[in-house]
């Protein structure tokens, strides 16, 4: 019983925050509704048990990749979103799209999942099993998205940085 | 006790929200935010698959993705900071050229 | 896979219901009265360290410091929350409002929930058969949520800054948010060092795993084991830099933005960003405490009663001890600029912390 409500409520604010995303124009709001979502769903990951997951989540997506949106938000003083001849070409193949998209998802939820209830905190991920897996028998995928990281952030760095200044350190090297 | 469907199907309604926010939105930064509601949609079913079938990985499964969401949010932030200097636009109907 | 769904994290009550620990009613009542007295303790100290604040430094600087209201001017946080009650909350009209209003409560409500899974003492008995922790909730996971209720709390910066609408709250709001974030990294490297000495995440267990001596008179602290005083010294810097203190407060430096991201607000709801700063710097010594210090470990002596109450004022003690060093550094050094502060976070704290995290995995493999 519990269980079904904090479900429902925290899946509630869930969807209303995925739809206020979709409703803002200002591109702040949209981040904060987007934080929202994540918080709420960190507690359905506790529901299911998954403590670390949910900690994770709030550190690494509500906590460092949306201030990272806000922060370059900011940055560009981005301004509410400008409506263009396309945006209402996307808006007629956008809603069907949506439309067929979550019916299709609904259809193969409905013939081919179980229906089996799920015990509050089901499968408890708890730090060390968590650890034991990553760095075990998922060790060579972790070594390999850590590289990836280093590309991610040799990319960031080189992007983001002005031609300018880019030139300024070669000729002073 | 929660039907293991319920959490597919909040899962489900979250990435269509993303797919329609991904169709339907012309700022690139918010186009940037429905792929990673996207992704949190598809997090959420692994954890419920987890849940369902008792076995860890699909919780490890999450780490991997939340690795690649962000570096794809630091690459494609510095790709729009990139397009801003020189476009001065975050519409993506006035970014459709293939060069900055 | 061991089913341990009934101890797991936050929902720990579904443990109380099955009857484990305390009945559902006394554990409610016992928990309503450890989070008011927490609270209430929590606020006053917020109130006396900024009293503290100012006392000491203006020692430091040869001046007297708060003198008139009361004796020492023991007084003067009351004199202040009445006037930041009374004072008219005035609201710019060119700021975006609902923003503007929600980020000090954004700020406030972050600094003040992390509070609740910091533990400070052992078990006590509770009347009527039983025993509870000397803390809110005792949860598995519980450094791992004060990480995440700190990484949210940017967002109450960050907010501010951009709402406000004007340029020296939205040059604040930016620095503060590009630091906090630089920062968290070296942060939470640093603390990765202590975690695989001790493995876990439950900061009860962390401090029990600090218990004893070695050499027969060193204590057990973390910041004795190891080398993990470098990670003291990181943790130390960075959360400095978290907190926007002095040499890190850049957000908020006087002499060029005015006052930073609070620049625009006024009233109570600048108090909640004051409240909001002090009270982490209380968490920050808190967890310093805990994870390097020994948390409540000390000497035990002299009666029952005086054995019961003796580790939390060791814990008090450390915690005030680490604000003292606060206030000092704050009458010592002077401010960075904002080219070395990020040089400083990322060339120096974070490589210096990778080192460190290797060379504790290495010392700790080779040992087991």
Same mark, same amino acid.
């Given at each position: 019983?519990?269980?079904?409500?904090?479900?429902?409520?925290?899946?509630?604010?869930?969807?209303?925050?995925?739809?206020?995303?979709?409703?803002?124009?200002?591109?702040?709001n949209s981040a904060?509704?987007?934080?929202?979502?994540?918080?709420?769903?960190?507690?359905?990951?506790l529901?299911?048990?998954?403590?670390f997951?949910?900690?994770?989540?709030?550190?690494?997506?509500?906590?460092?990749?949306?201030?990272l949106?806000?922060?370059?938000?900011?940055?560009l003083?981005?301004?509410?979103?400008?409506?263009?001849?396309?945006?209402?070409?996307?808006?007629?193949?956008?809603?069907?799209?949506?439309?067929?998209?979550?019916?299709?998802?609904?259809?193969?939820?409905?013939?081919?999942?179980?229906?089996?209830?799920?015990?509050?905190?089901?499968?408890?991920?708890?730090?060390?099993?968590?650890?034991?897996?990553?760095?075990?028998?998922?060790?060579?995928?972790f070594?390999v998205?850590?590289?990836?990281?280093?590309?991610?952030?040799?990319g960031?760095?080189?992007?983001?940085?002005?031609?300018?200044?880019?030139?300024?350190?070669?000729?002073e090297n | 006790?929660?039907?293991?469907?319920y959490?597919?199907?909040?899962?489900g309604?979250?990435?269509?929200?993303?797919?329609?926010?991904?169709?339907?939105?012309?700022?690139?930064?918010?186009?940037?935010?429905?792929i990673?509601?996207?992704?949190?949609?598809v997090?959420?079913?692994?954890?419920?698959?987890?849940?369902?079938?008792?076995?860890?990985?699909?919780?490890?499964?999450?780490?991997?993705?939340?690795?690649?969401?962000a570096?794809?949010?630091?690459?494609?932030?510095a790709?729009?900071?990139?397009?801003?200097?020189?476009?001065e636009?975050?519409?993506?109907?006035?970014?459709?050229?293939?060069?900055? | 896979?061991?089913?341990?769904?009934?101890?797991?994290?936050?929902?720990?009550?579904?443990?109380f219901?099955?009857?484990?620990?305390?009945?559902?009613?006394?554990?409610?009542?016992?928990?309503?009265?450890?989070?008011?007295?927490v609270?209430?303790?929590?606020?006053?100290?917020?109130?006396?360290?900024?009293?503290?604040?100012?006392?000491?430094?203006?020692?430091?600087?040869?001046?007297?410091g708060?003198?008139?209201?009361?004796?020492?001017?023991?007084?003067?946080?009351?004199?202040d929350?009445?006037?930041?009650?009374?004072?008219?909350d005035?609201?710019?009209?060119?700021?975006?409002k609902?923003?503007?209003?929600?980020?000090?409560?954004?700020?406030?409500?972050?600094?003040?929930?992390?509070?609740a899974?910091?533990?400070?003492?052992?078990?006590v008995?509770?009347?009527?058969?039983g025993?509870?922790?000397?803390?809110?909730?005792?949860?598995?996971i519980?450094?791992?949520?004060?990480?995440?209720?700190?990484?949210?709390?940017?967002?109450?910066?960050a907010?501010?800054?951009?709402?406000?609408?004007?340029?020296?709250?939205?040059?604040?709001?930016?620095r503060?948010?590009?630091?906090?974030?630089?920062?968290?990294?070296?942060?939470?490297?640093?603390?990765?060092?202590?975690?695989?000495?001790?493995?876990?995440?439950?900061?009860?267990?962390?401090?029990a795993?600090?218990?004893?001596?070695?050499?027969?008179?060193?204590?057990n602290?973390?910041? +004795? &084991?190891?080398? !993990?005083?470098? #990670? =003291?010294?990181?943790?130390?810097?960075?959360?400095?830099?978290?907190? /926007?203190?002095?040499?890190?407060?850049?957000?908020?430096?006087?002499t060029?933005?005015?006052?930073?991201y609070?620049?625009?607000?006024?009233?109570?709801?600048?108090?909640?960003?004051?409240?909001?700063?002090y009270?982490?710097?209380?968490?920050?010594?808190?967890?310093?405490?805990?994870?390097?210090?020994?948390g409540?470990?000390?000497?035990?002596f002299?009666p029952?009663?005086?054995q019961?109450?003796?580790?939390?004022?060791?814990?008090?003690?450390?915690?005030?001890?680490?604000?003292?060093?606060?206030?000092?550094?704050?009458?010592?050094?002077?401010r +960075? &600029?904002?080219? !070395?502060?990020? #040089? =400083?976070?990322w060339?120096?704290?974070l490589?210096?912390?990778?080192? /460190?995290l290797?060379?504790?995995a290495?010392?700790?493999?080779?040992?087991?």
């Amino acid at each position: 019983m519990l269980h079904l409500v904090l479900f429902t409520v925290f899946g509630l604010i869930c969807v209303a925050g995925a739809i206020n995303l979709l409703v803002q124009t200002h591109p702040i709001n949209s981040a904060l509704s987007l934080v929202v979502v994540m918080g709420s769903l960190a507690v359905e990951y506790l529901l299911l048990g998954a403590e670390f997951v949910a900690a994770v989540q709030v550190i690494v997506y509500a906590g460092a990749i949306m201030v990272l949106f806000v922060f370059v938000i900011m940055l560009l003083n981005a301004g509410a979103e400008e409506r263009s001849k396309g945006s209402i070409v996307a808006l007629m193949l956008g809603v069907p799209g949506m439309l067929v998209g979550s019916i299709l998802t609904a259809w193969v939820l409905v013939k081919h999942s179980g229906t089996q209830p799920v015990a509050l905190g089901a499968l408890p991920g708890h730090p060390k099993d968590i650890a034991q897996l990553l760095f075990h028998d998922f060790l060579l995928p972790f070594e390999v998205t850590s590289i990836l990281v280093l590309i991610a952030i040799m990319g960031a760095v080189v992007l983001a940085s002005r031609p300018e200044s880019i030139e300024k350190t070669k000729k002073e090297n | 006790m929660v039907p293991l469907f319920y959490y597919l199907v909040l899962s489900g309604i979250l990435f269509a929200c993303g797919v329609t926010g991904f169709l339907i939105k012309r700022n690139i930064i918010t186009i940037f935010m429905s792929i990673e509601l996207m992704l949190n949609g598809v997090n959420l079913s692994f954890v419920a698959f987890a849940a369902q079938w008792h076995a860890l990985s699909g919780q490890v499964f999450v780490f991997f993705v939340m690795v690649v969401a962000a570096a794809e949010a630091a690459v494609g932030l510095a790709i729009i900071i990139a397009v801003f200097r020189t476009r001065e636009t975050l519409n993506v109907d006035k970014v459709d050229l293939l060069k900055l | 896979m061991p089913q341990r769904s009934a101890d797991y994290c936050g929902l720990q009550f579904i443990a109380f219901i099955k009857g484990k620990v305390l009945s559902l009613t006394t554990f409610i009542i016992v928990s309503v009265i450890k989070i008011a007295i927490v609270l209430f303790i929590l606020l006053t100290a917020v109130a006396y360290t900024v009293w503290l604040e100012r006392k000491v430094v203006g020692h430091m600087q040869n001046r007297w410091g708060p003198t008139r209201v009361g004796p020492f001017g023991l007084l003067q946080p009351a004199a202040d929350g009445i006037k930041f009650l009374f004072k008219e909350d005035l609201t710019p009209p060119h700021v975006y409002k609902p923003l503007y209003i929600a980020a000090p409560i954004i700020a406030v409500v972050c600094a003040l929930t992390s509070i609740a899974v910091i533990p400070f003492g052992n078990w006590v008995p509770v009347p009527g058969g039983g025993s509870t922790p000397l803390q809110i909730t005792d949860i598995n996971i519980g450094l791992l949520v004060i990480l995440g209720i700190t990484s949210i709390g940017v967002y109450g910066v960050a907010l501010s800054g951009w709402s406000s609408n004007s340029k020296y709250s939205l040059l604040g709001g930016l620095r503060a948010s590009a630091q906090m974030v630089s920062y968290e990294i070296a942060l939470g490297l640093s603390l990765v060092g202590v975690l695989i000495l001790s493995g876990s995440f439950s900061l009860r267990e962390i401090v029990a795993a600090q218990s004893g001596h070695f050499w027969g008179f060193i204590p057990n602290w973390n910041i +004795f &084991r190891g080398c !993990q005083f470098i #990670a =003291f010294f990181i943790y130390l810097m960075a959360a400095y830099a978290e907190t /926007n203190r002095i040499p890190f407060d850049l957000p908020e430096a006087e002499t060029e933005l005015v006052a930073g991201y609070h620049t625009e607000y006024s009233a109570m709801k600048f108090a909640m960003f004051f409240m909001a700063e002090y009270a982490n710097m209380i968490t920050v010594a808190c967890l310093a405490s805990l994870l390097f210090l020994g948390g409540w470990h000390g000497p035990l002596f002299g009666p029952q009663i005086l054995q019961a109450i003796l580790p939390v004022f060791w814990f008090v003690l450390r915690v005030f001890v680490f604000l003292f060093i606060y206030i000092w550094v704050r009458g010592t050094l002077p401010r +960075f &600029r904002y080219d !070395q502060l990020m #040089a =400083f976070g990322w060339k120096f704290l974070l490589p210096l912390s990778i080192a /460190n995290l290797v060379v504790t995995a290495l010392v700790v493999a080779l040992r087991a």
